[in-house]
């Protein structure tokens, strides 16, 4: 561009999709007379359609037909027709599932047995189902030029009459419907099409002049072309599982050996010895080859791909083992009936088989000695003191007189209440923002010394505004304008001085109240890896420090993210938890940002997103904290923006424990957005969820056993205890001078989330446990149970064993 710089450096990897550009346009005539929705299946040209009652027709069978097949019914559609030109292969997840977990020989192969059976039951579901068979079958999986999609709801909307395809083209639109190149007239209210994209492989030929690549991936030394290319035949069947991203892993790894042992491997990565392909021609097996090639020639390759593989089935073994799947995926399988019949129960007798019971037995045996999560997550809580429902809370606590202040003291007040991972209380902190600003040139307030490179440098100005505030004039008379760092009475506004005037910069010096935090927690044998500190995110500056210098928020929020980069690091570099709080992702909405649309706020969100993430660029995840809240005031809250628009946001976050509001009667009912989430793949499996059990600004203290059902709930969701953690709302005291309740109250709120905890571990173990018990602190006697009976009796024996799987107690 204009404005392009010559950067210096050791190689280029160019990430392009090129199978992927944009989407062909549906043309067809008469398309002028319609007289409902035509539009094409991608982005979001279709998120105003109203499905329910609906006739869909769908052009094209890849996998964007499919997943507007699966919109559209799961939607409401009445019917939906296909139409294309042959019909592509679809997969059932389970098929799909088993790639990645069945055991591989050394050539990275499928044994051949078990992929009969599977292909045997996979053909039985088509017959079943009513689904047409993929032309190619048996000789080929799929057509030359197609993927395969991946999705349950084909069979069973085809079993239930309410999905059909026919082969063929669009001849005509009339006002009513659809002629298809056989004659047939379909009457339809939608019209989706999904006929492929136009490549844009020539995107690399445009930035590096080379029109060929080699099968190894490499335009040239240290130039690596690490994009799709199309997948044919026998793609299924190897070591990258069908999956670009293992692809992409691999192929990194061979990038960097190639940039450590350049003059050993080069002419195996791009020497003239190594096949080169045409850049439109690339295939998925030709890389395949490729990489094959490469580790039966170099030893640290091949580790590589060795070490690739087992980390990827110890991970699902791991998070979501054979059994566990089958009997998730069954669930699912069931509810779909009901979904597409409109929320109606289908009775069992009238749903499709499922084909897939015996798929674990063709998984093998565990690899490793791995901890296993089985099919009631009941089974590995026995073996790991980390599966128990810790607790926690968001950080800042009640202040004490100037008399008690001692760090200690906090620290075991915590760990007498029953508080697993604790902090500092910011009893040091006037409150977090100040705390930081004072090591941040260009920003000015908080405390710290004026800043003189601006004539208007202690100019006060209004703190944003709660707009939800606006709307109760005498509600809001009971505030004297600011609670913390937020106006809550329009009419008494809350000022301050917090603004950015220059460029950020980080000025490395003491933070105050860190060692002797991390002091006080030797003292009392704490261990820092159970401990947290809280620091502000670089959109939550953003949002109580007033922008005077950039103008353009997405840089301001970027130069916070690059200021604030040394102050995490430092921060996470003596073993503490960094929680970093992000009241910007959902308060922001409605005070700083209010004057804004949902997009244009998601516009900001992802802005300080990016930001944050660049600020943890030294901080393993794994050790980040987020903390997410809607404002810690006790007022109305109508105007909170939806969990379920916060949540693809938090989905971005470099961070393991996601602290969320759940308690308070506003945002009770989250849990639902947090089940939408984790099921649109926003909260990863390494993740944990740590909701807000009680509420931070009233003063009722909240029932433990209500507590322990929540908690429960999100244990159901999650998937496993160790991925749910008790919190709070928010904190006690946002800054050293507001608190919404007092003292004595915050230690019993925090004294009945302990407690909470400890009953739904208790009840979750009880659940599931052969013997009743008192306490989690038992020797489990399990038990397993073989039904033996006669091919003849194999309905029967079903019967007894799924009687047997529902005792619990003896």
């Not at 001692?406 to 915590?414: C, Y």
């Not at 600011?482 to 917090?498: I, M, Q």
């Not at 500056?541 to 929020?557: I, N, Q």
């Not at 959902?586 to 998601?602: E, I, N, S, V």
Request: hydrophobic residues 40%; proline residues 5%.
């Amino acid at each position: 561009s204009a404005a392009a710089a010559v950067a210096r450096c050791r190689g280029v990897v160019l990430c392009i999709n090129d199978r992927v550009g944009l989407p062909r346009p549906l043309s067809v005539p008469g398309q002028e007379q319609f007289k409902g929705v035509v539009a094409d299946g991608t982005a979001d040209s279709l998120a105003d359609v109203d499905w329910r009652g609906k006739r869909v027709v769908i052009v094209g069978m890849g996998a964007f037909a499919v997943e507007n097949v699966r919109t559209a019914l799961e939607n409401g559609a009445r019917e939906v027709v296909v139409v294309g030109r042959r019909h592509g292969t679809i997969c059932p997840k389970m098929i799909d599932y088993l790639n990645f977990v069945k055991p591989w020989d050394e050539k990275y192969k499928h044994d051949t047995q078990t992929n009969v059976k599977q292909f045997l039951r996979w053909k039985e579901l088509y017959e079943a189902s009513g689904c047409t068979v993929p032309e190619c079958w048996p000789k080929q999986v799929k057509h030359e030029g197609h993927t395969i999609s991946v999705s349950d709801v084909w069979f069973i909307g085809h079993f239930m009459k309410k999905l059909s395809t026919r082969s063929g083209e669009l001849a005509s639109l009339g006002p009513d419907g659809v002629t298809l190149s056989s004659g047939e007239f379909v009457h339809c209210d939608v019209v989706v099409g999904c006929i492929g994209f136009e490549r844009s492989a020539h995107l690399c030929e445009a930035l590096t002049g080379r029109s060929e690549v080699k099968t190894s991936n490499y335009l040239d030394r240290d130039m690596m072309y690490l994009a799709d290319a199309e997948i044919d035949e026998g793609a299924f069947n190897s070591f990258f599982g069908s999956s670009v991203l293992e692809y992409g892993k691999f192929f990194s790894n061979v990038y960097v050996e190639g940039l450590k042992r350049g003059d050993e491997l080069g002419e195996r990565l791009w020497g003239d010895g190594t096949a080169s392909v045409g850049i439109t021609a690339r295939k998925w097996n030709q890389y395949i080859a490729a990489g094959l090639q490469l580790i039966e020639s170099d030893a640290a390759i091949a580790a590589h791909a060795r070490m690739q593989v087992e980390r990827r089935t110890e991970h699902f073994w791991r998070t979501m083992p054979p059994q566990s799947f089958l009997e998730v995926n069954r669930k699912e399988w069931e509810e779909l009936h009901q979904r597409l019949n409109g929320g109606i129960p289908v009775p069992k007798e009238q749903q499709l088989p499922y084909f897939f019971d015996e798929a674990p037995a063709w998984c093998g045996e565990q690899p490793g000695n791995m901890l296993v999560q089985e099919a009631s997550p009941c089974s590995s809580v026995v073996d790991s003191v980390k599966s128990w429902i810790r607790t926690t809370h968001v950080g800042s606590l009640p202040r004490p007189r100037e008399s008690e202040f001692a760090l200690s003291q906090v620290i075991k007040q915590q760990a007498e209440v029953g508080v697993d991972v604790v902090n500092d209380g910011e009893w040091g902190r006037e409150n977090y923002i100040a705390d930081v600003i004072n090591r941040i040139e260009g920003l000015r307030g908080g405390g710290g010394p004026a800043d003189s490179t601006s004539a208007g440098c202690c100019a006060k100005h209004s703190m944003p505004s709660a707009v939800d505030m606006h709307d109760v004039p005498q509600y809001a008379q009971r505030f004297t304008g600011g609670n913390g760092l937020v106006t809550l009475n329009p009419k008494r506004e809350a000022v301050s001085d917090l603004a950015c005037i220059a460029h950020p910069r980080y000025l490395p010096a003491a933070i105050p109240s860190l060692n002797p935090f991390v002091a006080a927690l030797a003292d009392v044998g704490k261990p820092v890896a159970d401990a947290f500190y809280s620091v502000p995110s670089p959109g939550t500056l953003a949002l109580f420090c007033k922008d005077l210098h950039f103008g353009k928020h997405d840089a301001y929020v970027r130069a916070l993210g690059d200021a604030l980069r040394g102050e995490y690091s430092r921060i996470a570099a003596t073993g503490l938890q960094l929680q970093v709080d992000c009241p910007d992702l959902a308060m922001g909405r409605h005070t700083r940002w209010a004057d804004l649309d949902d997009a244009a706020f998601l516009g900001v969100a992802k802005a300080n997103v990016a930001a944050l993430n660049m600020a943890l660029l030294d901080v393993p995840a794994k050790q980040v904290r987020v903390h997410v809240c809607w404002g810690n005031y006790a007022g109305p809250h109508h105007r909170d923006m939806p969990a379920d628009l916060v949540w693809p946001i938090l989905g971005e976050v470099k961070a393991k424990y996601i602290l969320v509001e759940g308690a308070n009667a506003r945002h009770r009912n989250d849990i639902a957005a947090f089940e939408r989430a984790v099921k649109q793949g926003h909260f990863r499996p390494d993740q944990v969820i740590v909701p807000g059990m009680v509420d931070t600004t009233a003063a009722r203290v909240e029932d433990p056993g209500l507590i322990a059902a929540s908690l429960l709930e999100y244990v159901r969701i999650a998937g496993h205890p160790s991925r749910v953690m008790a919190g709070t709302d928010c904190g006690f005291a946002s800054t050293a001078r507001s608190t919404a309740i007092t003292a004595d109250i915050a230690w019993l709120k925090m004294a009945s989330l302990a407690e909470g905890a400890r009953l739904a571990t208790s009840r979750f173990i009880q659940s599931c446990a052969p013997v009743p018990c008192r306490s989690p602190h038992f020797k489990p006697t399990p038990f397993r149970a073989a039904v033996i009976a006669s091919s003849e009796d194999a309905g029967y024996a079903r019967q007894v064993a799924s009687e047997l799987k529902g005792l619990r107690a003896h």
